[in-house]
């Protein structure tokens, strides 16, 4: 047995001691890869998510535009069809904000929302138009969690010394005005006779 430690004390110690950590070394690099991977992944799936979501919102908003008055409904009509494209086209930050401000002009008159909610129709879109402003709202919030995430990760000295990313481009927040108008909140219908 003394006769074995020997053998390892000398060059083939150094040797075996310098293959175990590469071996070490190697397998860190491969998991911080595959992390890596997985994160721009999920970046990827989240901004996905986030590009339906904002289509179906100006999608829904150009339908609503079509039961105001203008000039309101024609600013909102024409915010919403600019939002309205191909699947693949990149977000547009600008219009996504001009959506939103065309938003909140239309529907700042509590009063005319209370009017336009009384059909049940357009009840029923004002009603699609928070949910697909919610859902908007939690698809951003989603995806940026998932930038941050995945910035912090390429942050790391050893990612960056690696060179992990390899050329993947540094995802990036998606920073629009996604808040609702206050007067489309939901409202409970009010109660009959009970005071």
């Known amino acids: 047995m003394d006769h074995a430690l020997e053998r390892l004390d000398g060059t083939w110690g150094v040797v075996l001691l310098t293959v175990l950590l590469l071996l070490v070394v190697g397998w860190y690099l491969s998991y911080l890869a595959a992390r890596l991977d997985r994160l721009h992944h999920r970046v990827e799936t989240s901004r996905a ?44 930050e600008a219009g996504e904000n001009l ?27 004002l009603d699609e138009l928070v949910l697909a402003g919610e859902r908007v709202q939690l698809a951003r919030r989603f995806h940026n969690d998932a930038v941050a995430h995945a910035q912090r990760m390429r942050r790391k000295k050893v990612v960056r010394w690696a ?3 390899g050329t993947a481009q540094m995802p990036q927040m998606v920073e629009i005005d996604d808040s609702q108008p206050e007067s489309l909140a939901w409202q409970p219908p009010p109660q009959g006779g009970i005071a």
């Open 49 to 92: 998510a986030l590009e339906t979501r904002l289509a179906r919102r100006a999608a829904v908003a150009l339908e609503v535009s079509r039961q105001l008055a203008p000039p309101a409904g024609e600013q909102l009509r024409l915010a919403a069809s600019r939002m309205v494209r191909a699947p693949d086209a990149p977000v547009s």
């Open 99 to 125: 959506l939103a401000r065309a938003l909140h002009q239309a529907f700042a008159d509590q009063k005319q929302v209370t009017r336009l909610r009384a059909d049940p129709a357009t009840g029923e879109l």
């Open 163 to 165: 060179k992990l990313a």
